[in-house]
């Protein structure tokens, strides 16, 4: 038996969804595994980086601090704030950390145990989120 597949079985992505307290929404940035940019043209508003692996990386993560968090609602003023993480290593990195302190943000690190629990995103989002963005992508 022979089964036609779009080829696209081991592609991956990552994409990284933050929302602000007040139920703001900040631009996704997503991370496909190769090594080049796509030639799609993407919407509006939409952070798109390309690493190896597909997977967010420490440089990944500092880029996400210029390019999304740090032009969030708010960050031209440079009013404090906190940001909420679960406890990936690249998030814990030491400039990633310098770089969050710069931008006045204080950074809170969720154990890997309870962020399923803790995470919003994780609790209300990341499921429908990916499973809508799979079924755009085999379309």
């Given at each position: 038996?022979?089964?036609?597949?779009?080829g696209t079985e081991k592609?991956?992505?990552?994409?990284?969804?933050?929302?602000?307290?007040?139920?703001?929404?900040?631009?996704?940035?997503?991370?496909?595994?190769?090594k080049t940019l796509p030639?799609?043209?993407?919407?509006?508003?939409?952070?798109?980086?390309?690493?190896?692996?597909?997977?967010?990386?420490?440089?990944?993560?500092?880029?996400?601090?210029?390019?999304?968090?740090?032009?969030?609602?708010?960050?031209?003023?440079?009013?404090?704030?906190?940001?909420?993480?679960?406890?990936?290593?690249?998030?814990?990195?030491?400039?990633?950390?310098?770089?969050?302190?710069?931008?006045?943000?204080?950074?809170?690190?969720?154990?890997?145990?309870?962020?399923?629990?803790?995470?919003?995103?994780?609790?209300?989002?990341?499921?429908?989120?990916?499973?809508?963005?799979?079924?755009?992508y085999d379309e």
């Amino acid at each position: 038996m022979t089964i036609k597949t779009t080829g696209t079985e081991k592609q991956r992505c990552t994409v990284m969804l933050a929302v602000t307290a007040d139920g703001g929404k900040l631009p996704p940035y997503v991370i496909f595994k190769r090594k080049t940019l796509p030639k799609e043209k993407f919407p509006p508003g939409i952070h798109v980086r390309v690493q190896e692996k597909g997977w967010m990386d420490q440089d990944l993560v500092k880029d996400w601090v210029d390019k999304v968090w740090d032009r969030k609602p708010g960050a031209l003023r440079r009013q404090k704030s906190m940001l909420v993480l679960d406890s990936f290593r690249g998030h814990l990195n030491e400039d990633v950390k310098k770089e969050l302190q710069r931008g006045r943000t204080d950074m809170v690190v969720i154990s890997g145990h309870v962020t399923s629990i803790l995470q919003p995103l994780v609790i209300s989002i990341n499921k429908p989120f990916k499973e809508t963005l799979r079924r755009y992508y085999d379309e």
